[in-house]
């Protein structure tokens, strides 16, 4: 079978590799002169420290096994440093608790009274219990405050701290299907090292474009960059040239909007939720963690980028603060920003002077995972029987990770594969 698949970001990646491991002959064509699509390094600038900034730091975890599947696939396994989870949060006044995946690391976590510690324990018990396709219509603070008995509180100096960063929205707004699969998945699944942290130590867009498209050239391949698809007709991609690549099957793996334009759908109107980044190199170490969580502030994580990737600067600390799910954020002029960031992490970790900076704004980091979401998210087959649908905003049930665009991916490439088969007999 002659597959084409549209749209080179982690979950057209996925299903490339996946149709030439059955056999497949694949085309891959991506619009921007780079794969890796969400996941990309910052053009490099003069002046920049080693590596380069990436457009935002990615986060995965040890449930992520189809991802970390992807990457083993792309020889790039080991561009992950893995740890237990350990995060840091660090409030107003400077003092840090640490939450860990244990009751007795919760009973410990300071930053809450010790009446709101054994009812966060108490809620995740419950949590344990209950169907995450039960609670798409309330918001995951609603769903834990007035079903679980939860604490205001809890809400916002312990649920939010990991909930903001894995669905990009806090918790007030973020729907309680995927606040509750999130914490079974990482948190209570009872698999060992589920909730571990993965961190990339290599530029994202090394590790995951160029590495998955070196991979998909050696096994033959053909992948075209600065390449758009404007329509799908029988047979055929038609491209913003008016050249056509012609195929059996096709994926079509790019974000819901433009997915929706190409299979003559309606916008499945998923919304967007932006994350801002903001990369600051510092003439001395302020942060004495590889990573941290700040409480109350616009500033939500702290990454040593300089410790996680092994390139510490001569000099002073590089660090990458990340902000998600801040709409407001996106108005904010450059300069602004990197003053306010700069304020948020002084105040707390003491002064420092600043030695360069910049600046990274994915309004469309994410789609937005509000309530009555789960019933926007189209699954993979399509009107058509031999065009199929990818990309981590599609039915997946996780929140829009890589995890979800790489499984995405996956399933894509197993149904087209078996249309070759029915369609050989
Ligand atoms: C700053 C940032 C931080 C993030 N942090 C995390 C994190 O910590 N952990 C995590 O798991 N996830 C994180 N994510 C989310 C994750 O990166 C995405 O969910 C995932 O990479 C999306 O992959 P995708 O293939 O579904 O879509 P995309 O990456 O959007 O890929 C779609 C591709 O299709 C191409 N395309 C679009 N239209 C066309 C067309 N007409 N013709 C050809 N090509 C087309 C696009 O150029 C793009 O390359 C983050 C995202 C951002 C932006």
């Known amino acids: 079978m002659k597959a084409v698949v549209v749209g080179g970001g982690l979950a057209g990646c996925a299903a490339a590799l996946e149709l030439l491991k059955a056999g497949h002959e694949v085309t ?17 600038r003069e002046g920049d420290p080693r590596p380069p900034p990436d457009n935002g730091q990615h986060i995965a ?12 696939d792309i020889d790039q396994a080991g561009s992950l440093r893995r740890s237990r989870l350990s995060l840091p949060v660090i409030d107003e006044l400077g003092r840090t608790a640490v939450i860990r995946p244990s009751a007795l690391s919760i009973l410990r976590y300071s930053h809450l009274f010790p009446t709101h510690r054994l009812r966060v324990l108490r809620t995740l018990l419950r949590l344990r219990r209950v169907d995450p396709r ?21 809400i916002r100096s312990f ?6 960063p894995a669905l990009n929205l806090p918790c007030d707004k973020a729907s309680a299907a995927l606040g509750v699969m999130t914490v079974q998945t990482a948190l209570l699944s009872g698999r060992r090292r589920a909730s571990d942290l993965l961190l990339p130590t290599a530029p994202l867009g090394d590790m995951h474009g160029v590495a998955a498209g070196h991979k998909l050239e050696s096994l033959g391949a053909r992948v075209k960059t600065n390449t758009r698809v404007v329509q799908l007709i029988p047979g055929a991609a038609v491209l913003a040239d008016g050249d056509r690549v012609v195929g059996d099957a096709f994926v079509v793996a790019v974000p819901p909007l433009e997915s929706a334009r190409l299979l003559d759908e309606p916008d499945p109107e998923l919304g967007k939720s932006p994350i801002v980044s903001v990369h600051l190199w510092f003439d001395r170490e302020l942060l004495p963690f590889p990573l941290a969580a700040l409480l109350n502030s616009d500033a939500h994580w702290i990454f040593d980028r300089g410790r996680l990737t092994g390139h510490r600067p001569e000099r002073g600390q590089y660090l990458t603060v990340v902000s998600s799910g801040v709409p407001e954020l996106m108005d904010v002029r450059g300069r602004e920003l990197v003053e306010l960031m700069r304020d948020e ?3 707390r970790l003491g002064d420092a002077r600043l030695l360069w900076s910049r600046v990274s704004r994915e309004p469309a980091a994410t789609f937005e995972g509000r309530p009555g979401t789960a019933a926007r998210r189209r699954g993979p087959r399509t009107s058509r029987f031999n065009v199929v649908r990818a990309g981590a905003w599609t039915d997946t049930g996780w929140p829009a990770t890589m995890e979800s665009a790489v499984r995405s991916g996956r399933t894509a490439a197993r149904m087209l594969s078996d249309v070759a088969t029915k369609l050989a007999a």
Request: glycine content about 10%; aromatic content about 12%.
């Open 61 to 72: 975890l040890g449930c992520f096994t189809e991802y970390l599947g992807f990457l083993r």
């Open 28 to 44: 891959l064509l991506e619009a921007r002169p780079t794969l890796g699509g969400a996941v990309q390094t910052l053009p490099e």
């Open 159 to 164: 649920w939010d701290v990991f909930i903001r």
């Open 134 to 154: 039960s609670c798409d219509e309330e918001t995951f603070c609603a769903f834990l405050m007035l079903r679980l008995g939860e604490s205001e509180p809890a």
């Open 345 to 347: 992490l002084t105040g």
